[in-house]
């Protein structure tokens, strides 16, 4: 495969945060040429519907041929291969699972519609190979799977499972380390407590405020940025935590700006998750990287990314790791925290991405068929 170059057709239709994030570096990063077909991050489950008309339209306006069609889990892959099969019929496709809609968390007091679990589950069926964030993402679903599949009155295919997870495996993303270190920024001598998570309930933002006022009991003296995406009116938890620690907060609400957002990062110390879903975790490595101490909860991706050190049982051991790290700066290990997330840096994901394009292709009998 050796200068062999590859026209890789990459689809997306929610093109919106990290989605965005992760596509445009590889586009950045990859030796392959990709061309980016996608539609605005609002409306997702009509993107699951609707998303694949429109983009198959686009799909068939292109003039150039392509060796692969590289697509997100927010894709209706049957959908969009079957308005394109006189063009696309032959040309293999990869799926990328950022996440699912069989085990992301409900909000509370809504029940799931399993009809986009279900897209999912159709959309992997017809792909040549899946590629899982994490091993804790595709473990999760796989064991979910026939739960779902159980949920139909009959003819319920359960004997397709074990061959989507013979063609699915984990290839982990890849993020621009590398651009936050041009904005890097001495750490101030207050310790400063970051939440760069999205202000939704499946961060438990309740829960980080909890820990927050019990540690500020003790007197303990902080700083407390808070950022991340939010997407609500009225995000509660964040308001009250607003008047509760106005003398602590440095920060407050949304980053447009990377610049901005870096320099925050770097001024902090100490960055805390309380997560009950994180598929892979994005917002951690990040913090990582400009040498911030997580405490992660002992759950989810995150054994994955932290040593045990870094992570933490339960609530009360979560306020006494705080205390800890506050009273005296010599536990923190933000350089350790760096060096665990170094493999994460687009210098080292692209070519194993490139890799993973060029062995589908391969398999599929397309490798190499352009220079």
Known sequence: ????????????????GSHRYFLQGLERHSRHRLTILSLPARYWKWRMHGGAVTLAEEALELDEEFDLIFATEMLNLPNFLALTRRRFGGT??????????ATYPMPPFEKRDLT?????????????????????HLEEFFQELPRLLKHFPDFQNLTSVAPTREKSVVVEPGLDLAAFDSHRVEKGKVPRIIWNHRWEYDKDPEAFF??????????????????????????????AARERFAGEIVHYGFMPDFGAYARLLWSSHIMVSTAHHEFFGMSAVEAMHCGCQPLLPHRLNYPALAPEEFLYDNQQELVERLSTLLSDRGWLRGDEARRRVARYDWSVRAPQFDEAFEQVAMDTGRAGSRS
Not at 1 to 16: N, R, V
């Open 116 to 136: 986009y679990a279900y897209i999912n589950w159709a959309s992997l069926m017809v792909a040549d190979a899946a590629w899982f964030n994490s091993q804790y």
């Open 92 to 101: 293999p496709a990869v799926l990328y699972f950022h996440e699912n809609q």
């Open 210 to 239: 909890r820990a927050l006022d019990r540690v500020k009991q003790t007197g303990a003296v902080f700083e407390l940025a808070l950022a991340g995406q939010n997407s609500r009116r009225e995000p509660g938890e964040f308001l």
């Open 1 to 16: 495969m050796s200068g062999k170059k590859l026209k890789i057709l990459a689809i997306e239709p929610y093109c919106g």
